[in-house]
Structure formats: C-alpha cells, structure tokens
C-alpha cells in the first residue's frame, strides 16, 4: 500500500516537472521514469523522491522563476509532507533511514549522510506523519513532523541562550563544558554555582506538577539528530518525574512523562527556519517561561554589534544605525524602540559588570546574575540623559555611579522607581551622606530604611526648593552654615567639610562680592 502511494506521487511529479521550465523538467523527468521503470526497495523509492523534490527546489531557486515557485509553492510542499510523512511511517516499521547523498545531491540546511536521524516511533496506536499544515515561526512556515520519541533519548540542548551565565561559569570551573547529567543537574537547581539564589531557578518542580497530571501539553522541538530547539524546560521536568522518589508521582504519571510528542524538523530544514523557530517561541508572547530580558537583550545588542562591525564605514552615520536597528527588530519580532532600549540597558549593565568585577573583585558569574535579576533597573538608570535627569546625574561623577552600583548590587534599593528619584539625591549632600551609611550597612533590611530617608531628605529638599524664593533660600542656608561648629572644617574631623566643597563655597563667595554693594554707613562717610 505505501509502495503504491509512493509511486502515485513519483508519477504525479513527473506531471508536474514536464510542466515547468524545459531544463529543470527534462532532468527531475529522467530521474523520476528511471524509478518508474526500475524495481525500487522502498527505502529507495523514498530517497528517489526526496533527490526529486531538492531538484526541482534548487532549479526553481536559482532560475527565480515565479511561475515555477508558485508551482511548487502549491504543490511540491505537499509532496514533501507526504514524503516526510511516508520516512516517518517507514521508520516505525523497522525501515533503515535514508543515506547515501552525495556532495552534487546536498544543499544547504539539507541532512549530511554524517548525522545521526532520531526516528519518531508510533506510539498508543499514533501514527508518526507530517503536520499539516506547516506551522509558521516567525512569519516563515517551516515543515515538520510530529511522532513519539522516549524522553530519556532527548538531548537538552546545551546552546539556550537561558543557560549562556550557567554554561559559561561551569566551565570557568571545571575547565569543560557540562555533560548530559550535569547539563540536567543545572536545569533542576541540583548544582551550587555562585550568585543563584534558590534551588527551583527555571521552576521546574510547578512544571513537573502540571506535566503529570496533563502531559506535555505543547510539544518540543527538536532538531533531525534529536537536538532540542525548544522546550528544554518541559524535558527536564519530565526526567524529574522519572527520577524523583517513588512516593511523589503514580505509575500512570510518570508513563504520562515517560514518552513525549514532538515536532521534528525534516532533513530539508535551512538555518534560517531553525533560526525562525528560536525566535518565534522566545521573543514572541507565548504561555510559557521566556528568557529573562537580560538574556533577549544580550542577544539583540550582540547582533547589533556584529552588523555595526560588517558596515564599510568605520563610524556608521546615525542614519544607518537607525537602518540597523529596524533590521534587528524585524528579525527579533521586536519594535525599534524595544531595540534601542535593549542595546542602552545592555550597555550600562556592561558598565556595572566592569565595576563589580575589576574594582570591587566580585565573582564575574555572580555578577551577570545580579545583572539579569536587577535588569529593569538599567532601564531606570538609563534615562534622563539631559541636565538634570537620572543618567545625567550618573554621569557627572564616578563615585555617585559607583555608590549607586554597589547599592543595586547588594540588593538595598526595595524597587526599581526609587531610581528615579537618584537626581535629586545626586544634589544633596545630606541625601548623599545616608546612601553612603546604607552602602556600608551590613544588614539589608536597615540599609533599605537608609535608602528610603535618603530619598525622602532628597524629596523634601525638592518641594522647598519649589516652594520657597531664592532670597529664603539663601537666608536658611546662610544661617545653617553660620551655626556650624568650627570642627567641620577641621581635615582631621569625621565628617569634616572636603576640599572640594570649600572651593565651591569660595567660587560662590567671589560671584557674590562681585554684585555686593557698600553698606549705607560706608557711603556716608566717603561724602563727608
């Protein structure tokens, strides 16, 4: 029956190939009557059509034909469903997978005869086939079949941008990469690495929970050798089912964990479709955990960067980034706005890695989680770029940069809007005075009260300045230094006036005298 089909199809291209243009239709011709003719094992009858189907794609791509791409647009991608579908069925029924290309036959994203194929089996009477139709990942539909696979054969994929921190810093300190246990130990919190917090970091128990009692409701994605592109989650959630003690999941969930559908991508999967598909399920809304935004975020500013490298002018025009930016956001399904505030958050989360690492010697790795858990607070401290603003204030004076880095490091900021509140702190030295104590606080808890009568000395010194002229100004602030004791100026007194101050306060004395008049009694006297 499958024998009869296949050459039903083998015959409905011939029809098909002696429609198109003359060169392409002689050649996918002779290919398919010498199968016709010839007595074919099915193994062969199916590699005879898959060499069709990349014949008639690859003529079709190189002459950039439209009438011949709309053909095959309509037809042939039902074909090579049906043909994956027809592998798939082969496979489960103990046939040998396809080999033998040659370097003629190959084109890129194609299957190299060297890989490994994980074949779907059948499983509670599911047949492996085509899914139809092809599902769409970010704009591009992109064929792939659906089957069972056993979830102890699934490989985690060890190139989730969700892991990058994880990755880099087990090979920091064992000087390799993680093997398929350890790899797992990680996604389950099972493995003590500096700066994570919390056992359950990717929640994979609440996951396990739901996993058990529904099944994995949406299935991975998973590569031609088995890879995973998506769903490194679900996968570990079901082999923490499998693992787990006797007592926490029945017989009937852990069979539940035991086999998962998949989505495979077929041998003819291009970079660009496996691309499409890490995209779409990661930076487009989905019921699921996405990456952190430290993570999206690293990756856009990554690809900014290396499209900033590749332009022909050492110093782009802003024109041109603009241009780039619009070409990131339409690969990362993003707005040019989000790009931009990536890159710039990116950016001063570079700065407060630097700082963390080379001043204040803090472990590299723990650093970068600090900065992905604190991330929306490089948003904060990003803008206000001119007089006045947040970032401006930063950028005035490195030692308020770096107060307000070890502050967000050590976790004493209770949330991200007190951020925006820094420029007025940034103005007073009162204000000041109460987030150096907080830095120096060892207890957190009293460190964050610290913070808070920080910015609320800053905020009450905002609403007088509102309130009150210039000529009350400089009469409260007149009296309050009159009052000083003499001791504030001595360098060796805690708390002493700096150097610095005293210069400005002799800067303001010198414009002053330059608009004071004689007193009254002194004119008098020059008359007479």
């Not at 139709?133 to 979830?151: L, M, N, Q």
Request: glycine residues 6%.
């Amino acid at each position: 029956m499958i024998m009869n089909d296949v050459r039903a199809d083998l015959t409905r291209l011939l029809d098909l190939a002696e429609a198109m243009a003359t060169d392409l239709g002689e050649t996918v011709g002779e290919i398919i009557r010498e199968g016709l003719v010839q007595p074919l094992e099915q193994r062969e009858t199916v590699a005879l059509l898959e060499r069709v189907i990349r014949v008639m794609r690859s003529g079709a791509e190189r002459r950039g034909d439209p009438r011949t791409i709309a053909i095959l647009d309509r037809d042939a991608e039902a074909l090579i469903a049906r043909m994956e579908t027809l592998r798939a069925r082969l496979a489960a029924q103990g046939e040998p997978a396809v080999e033998g290309r040659t370097d003629d036959d190959e084109r890129p994203g194609t299957e190299p005869a060297s890989v490994s194929r994980m074949e779907l089996q059948a499983f509670d009477g599911i047949q492996p086939q085509a899914v139809r139709p092809s599902p769409v990942f970010h704009e591009r539909p992109v064929a792939v079949i659906e089957g069972f696979v056993r979830t102890r054969d699934i490989r985690l994929w060890d190139e989730n941008k969700r892991l990058d921190i994880h990755l880099n810093q087990f090979e920091q300190k064992y000087g390799r990469r993680p093997n398929a246990d350890e790899l797992l130990a990680i996604m389950q919190g099972e493995m003590a690495l500096p700066g994570i917090e919390g056992t359950d970091q990717f929640a994979i128990r609440a996951l396990a929970k739901s996993i058990a009692v529904n099944g994995v409701r949406k299935p991975p994605i998973v590569d031609i050798d088995g890879t995973l592109l998506d769903g490194n989650r679900r996968v570990t959630a079901c082999y923490y089912i499998l693992n787990s003690a006797d007592q926490e999941f029945s017989a009937d969930e852990r069979r539940r964990a035991e086999w998962i559908k998949v989505w495979q991508l077929t041998a003819h999967a291009t970079d660009q479709e496996r691309e499409a598909v890490i995209v779409s399920l990661n930076f487009e809304p989905d019921f699921k955990q996405d990456w952190p935004e430290y993570v999206k975020a690293q990756k856009v500013y990554e690809q900014y960067e290396t499209l900033v490298t590749l332009e022909p002018r050492a110093n782009p025009t802003a024109a041109r980034l603009r241009e780039i930016r619009k070409e990131i956001a339409r690969q990362f399904a993003l707005s040019v706005d989000e790009v931009s505030r990536y890159i710039n958050m990116v950016k001063i989360a570079q700065e407060f890695e630097e700082y963390q690492v080379v001043e204040r010697s803090k472990d590299p790795y723990a650093t970068k989680h600090r900065a992905s858990d604190k991330f929306q607070y490089f948003d904060e401290l990003n803008k206000g770029k001119s007089p006045g603003g947040v970032n401006w204030s930063l950028n005035q004076e490195d030692s308020f940069k770096h107060l307000v880095f070890d502050l967000l490091f050590e976790d004493k900021f209770r949330n991200w809007r007190q951020i925006r509140d820094l420029r007025y702190v940034a103005q007073n030295e009162d204000a000041l005075e109460l987030l150096r104590k907080a830095r120096n606080e060892a207890d957190v808890e009293v460190a964050q009260g610290d913070v808070d009568d920080a910015i609320g000395v800053a905020r009450a010194a905002r609403v007088e300045q509102r309130q009150t002229g210039v000529n009350v100004r400089i009469r409260s602030f007149t009296d309050w230094f009159l009052n000083l004791p003499v001791k504030v100026f001595d360098p060796d007194e805690p708390g002493a006036v700096n150097q610095e101050n005293l210069r400005g306060l002799a800067d303001a004395l010198k414009l002053v005298e330059g608009h004071l008049e004689p007193p009254a009694a002194e004119v008098g006297d020059d008359a007479a």
